[in-house]
């Protein structure tokens, strides 16, 4: 009984670290400009948890240690491409087609606690030709 004791004292105590508990969503700026509703439709539910400041933080992000893991794939997924920051370059957005097309995203832990993100081949076939229209080589403002 004292190693449960002990668990669940450092359960309770890893609570008290401060990062991942308070989630924010910073303001939206841009958006791409989407070849249709359905594509923006179909990225927004695979997508726009960890690629948009329209992240929707379920109860469990809140509880450390998982809090500590949804926080660090939110910060990872917005700083390689964010599709409410538009008017900053994107240079992955390039790339989201084909990794529909490898099945990289989402990720394969991310579906189970997420289920309207996995979607049907037809589904990520119209995500994917959506993308190529809507995002293309040349995604993002370009540098000058």
Same mark, same amino acid.
């Given at each position: 009984?004292? &190693? ?12 008290? &670290? ?6 924010? =969503? ?11 509703? +359905?594509?923006?439709?179909? &990225? ?7 690629? *948009? =400041? +329209? ?33 900053? *370059?994107?240079?992955?957005? /390039? ?7 490898? =099945? ?13 993100? /996995? ?13 190529? /229209? ?11």
């Amino acid at each position: 009984m004292t &190693i449960f004791k002990w668990v669940l004292l450092g359960a309770i105590l890893i609570q008290l &670290i401060p990062f991942g508990h308070t989630h924010t =969503n910073p303001p939206k700026t841009k958006e791409p400009a989407w070849n249709s509703p +359905e594509t923006r439709e179909l &990225i927004q539910r695979a997508c726009f948890d960890c690629h *948009s =400041n +329209e992240t929707v933080w379920p109860w469990y992000s809140r509880v450390a240690p998982v809090s500590w893991l949804v926080q660090s794939d939110v910060d990872d997924g917005r700083s390689r491409l964010n599709f409410s920051e538009w008017d900053r *370059s994107q240079p992955h957005a /390039k790339d989201v087609a084909q990794q529909m097309k490898q =099945n990289d995203m989402p990720p394969w832990f991310y579906l189970p606690m997420h289920p309207a993100a /996995k979607l049907t081949g037809a589904e990520t076939q119209a995500l994917i030709a959506g993308a190529e /229209k809507s995002l293309g080589p040349q995604a993002g403002p370009r540098r000058r």
